[in-house]
């Protein structure tokens, strides 16, 4: 059932979240959203642990967004964990982030990112942004199989 | 050595010769006394013509060892009598003649010396003495002194051979050693050697002393250098360290507007956007309008902030230099521009083949930049003009890109790449004024220069180096 698939948004602001929410929302992307609102919190949902504990961890988000500028675990960090966990090593993160860093960039994809997607300020932008991906992600990527336990 | 010996013997011969003049002129002088005595004693047996008497006078001569045979002759020249130390006859029969005036005449001949001496009585010349006196005296005489000169000479030698070996061992061997010494502190370069003084206060003591000296000022230079170049590498390692910690802190500044600042503005735009999508029919064109100028303010501020970070990026980037086509580059921007903006005709003349030896993603930035104003300045032109080239400029290549857009006063060229400063409205040709500043830093962190000029609505010309 790939369309009851959720996104999880790892993001700390809550006005970037408001606005993403509703620029999924504008480009028609129905997926629930799981929001994060840091890094610890993105992979006790992932994982199934803290406050996500005895969550069916077989039920991996459809992609993930995720900022880089976490309060407690840094973006970069989390992403590291996941791929480096079984579970979780071929999930479509990609890195939605204000940052231009070359550095980040260059970290983000090293760390295996599948996609790096900078925040515009202008809002019009970040629709077209939002847009492409969940035409991407949500529509022409086949995700990879889904974990057997 | 060989000089001095050479000398010696020189002033040996010259004293044996001396000797030898001197001692044959004794010779004859005594021999010429000796036939006068003869002579006089004769001149009564002559008178008397008494050849016996004459002859006993002769053998008077016995007592002389060198005499070896005598005569006396008449007045016409006929031998009147003889003496011969050997027997036989020893001398002529008749007495040689010698040049008037002159009462004696010597000669030497065969190793003999023959004097002749006229006998003088009252006035007349009454007869002549011949005699004839061996030379062994003198080789005797010669030998010895060869003999004392050869000794002399030997032990002159001696002498010099002896006074030699002292000086060398006083002076040359303390200079070779010296030699040595310098020779191996030229070949080693090791400035901590030194000369052993030899301790007695002479020229080569005081050589060695200078010697040591020197060696210790250059050591003592040598430490100086290298503390001195200790320090400045500190102080260069210290220097590099701040400045490592000052482009961390940079790094993260930059990090943090990037990531901080933008944040903000991105809600003022979103959730006015929001506003006018959401809530757009309530409120008048009035409101609307407000809400678009803060959209059109968020986003460039948005821009300021992309560029100002851009600009700090290119001072921080690392410099990769390789052989760049410009004229390819040159290419590709204007396409992108022209792709940008399809409605604009523009005529773009493009050099071919210009190549620089520069960072191709920081000489990207340059044309972007460069063109991009081009681009922008001529938009009011109904016949665009862009231009790319090489020129020269103090003997070296300069690359120019030249337009016919609104040009600027030349007054204000210096101010044209300072960093927000603008020559035009932002109504008139938007932008951040961040442009050629950053085409100036990325022109400097390759070396080269950059300069301007133009005049109000005749279009401008950049020119840099690379």
């Known amino acids: 059932m790939e369309d009851t698939k959720v996104i999880l948004l790892v993001e700390d602001n809550p006005d970037d979240e408001a606005l993403t929410l509703r620029a999924l929302k504008k480009n028609n992307i129905k997926n629930d959203v799981v929001v994060a609102r840091d890094g610890v919190e993105a992979l006790d949902y992932l994982f199934g642990t803290g406050k996500y504990a005895g969550r069916d961890t077989a039920l991996i988000p459809q992609v993930v967004l995720l900022d880089l500028k976490l309060p407690k675990m840094e973006g970069l960090e989390v992403l590291r964990r996941v791929r480096t966990d079984k579970r979780t090593k071929l999930l479509p993160v990609v890195i939605l982030t204000s940052s231009n860093e070359d550095e980040d960039r260059i970290a983000g994809y090293g760390l295996g990112a599948n996609s790096y997607v900078r925040k515009p300020v202008d809002f019009n932008q970040f629709l077209d942004a939002a847009r492409h991906l969940g035409l991407y992600w949500l529509v022409l990527n086949e995700a990879p199989p889904a974990r057997r336990s | 050595m060989l000089v001095s010996g050479a000398a010696l013997l020189m002033a040996c011969a010259a004293l044996v010769a001396y000797d030898l003049v001197s001692f044959r002129e004794s010779m004859a002088h005594n021999l010429a006394i000796q036939a006068q005595i003869a002579g006089s004693n004769s001149v009564s047996a002559l008178l008397f013509n008494d050849p016996h008497s004459a002859e006993t006078t002769l053998s008077a001569l016995k007592a002389a060892p060198n005499i070896i045979a005598a005569a006396i002759y008449t007045q016409d020249g006929s031998r009147f009598a003889t003496f011969s130390r050997d027997a036989g006859p020893q001398t002529t029969n008749i007495l040689p003649s010698i040049s008037p005036g002159q009462n004696d005449a010597y000669q030497f001949r065969d190793g003999q010396l023959a004097l002749i001496h006229t006998i003088v009585f009252r006035g007349k010349m009454t007869g002549g003495v011949y005699i004839v006196s061996d030379l062994s005296e003198m080789t005797r005489r010669l030998k010895r002194y060869a003999g004392i000169a050869a000794m002399v000479l030997l032990a002159s030698l001696l002498a010099a051979l002896l006074v030699g070996s002292i000086f060398q061992r006083a002076v040359a061997e303390p200079i070779v050693n010296l030699a040595e010494t310098a020779r191996i502190v030229s070949r080693d370069r090791n400035y901590a050697l030194r000369g052993t003084p030899t301790g007695k206060l002479d020229e080569p003591d005081i050589l060695i002393a200078a010697f040591n000296e020197m060696l210790e000022q250059i050591q003592e230079r040598d430490q100086a250098l290298r503390a001195a170049h200790e320090e400045l590498e500190q102080r260069v390692h210290e220097r590099t360290a701040q400045l490592a910690t000052a482009n961390k802190e940079l790094e993260a500044f930059s990090y943090s507007v990037s990531h901080d600042?933008?944040?903000?503005?991105?809600?003022?735009?979103?959730?006015?956007?929001?506003?006018?999508?959401?809530?757009?029919?309530?409120?008048?064109?009035?409101?609307?309008?407000?809400?678009?100028?803060?959209?059109?303010?968020?986003?460039?501020?948005?821009?300021?902030?992309?560029?100002?970070?851009?600009?700090?990026?290119?001072?921080?980037?690392?410099?990769?230099?390789?052989?760049?086509?410009l004229s390819a580059l040159a290419h590709s921007v204007i396409t992108a521009l022209r792709e940008a903006q399809p409605e604009r005709h523009i005529e773009c003349r493009i050099e071919d083949r210009l190549e620089a030896n520069a960072d191709p993603r920081l000489v990207q930035v340059i044309f972007e930049n460069l063109f991009g104003n081009a681009w922008k300045f001529t938009s009011k032109r109904d016949v665009a003009l862009v231009e790319f080239g090489e020129t020269r400029h103090n003997g070296n290549s300069a690359y120019f890109v030249r337009d016919n857009g609104a040009g600027f006063d030349s007054a204000y060229s210096n101010r044209l790449f300072g960093a927000f400063q603008r020559l035009h409205g932002a109504a008139e040709f938007p932008g951040t004024g961040i442009g050629l500043a950053t085409v100036q830093r990325i022109i400097h962190r390759h070396g080269g220069e950059v300069w301007a000029e133009g005049a109000v609505e005749k279009g401008a010309t950049i020119y840099f180096t690379l």
């Open chain 2, 261 to 325: 600042l933008r944040a903000p503005l991105r809600s003022i735009d979103g959730f006015s956007l929001a506003l006018l999508e959401d809530y757009g029919e309530r409120l008048d064109a009035e409101g609307k309008d407000h809400l678009q100028r803060i959209r059109a303010a968020t986003q460039r501020m948005g821009m300021l902030i992309d560029d100002l970070l851009n600009l700090s990026r290119m001072t921080r980037a690392e410099i990769r230099k390789e052989v760049v086509d």
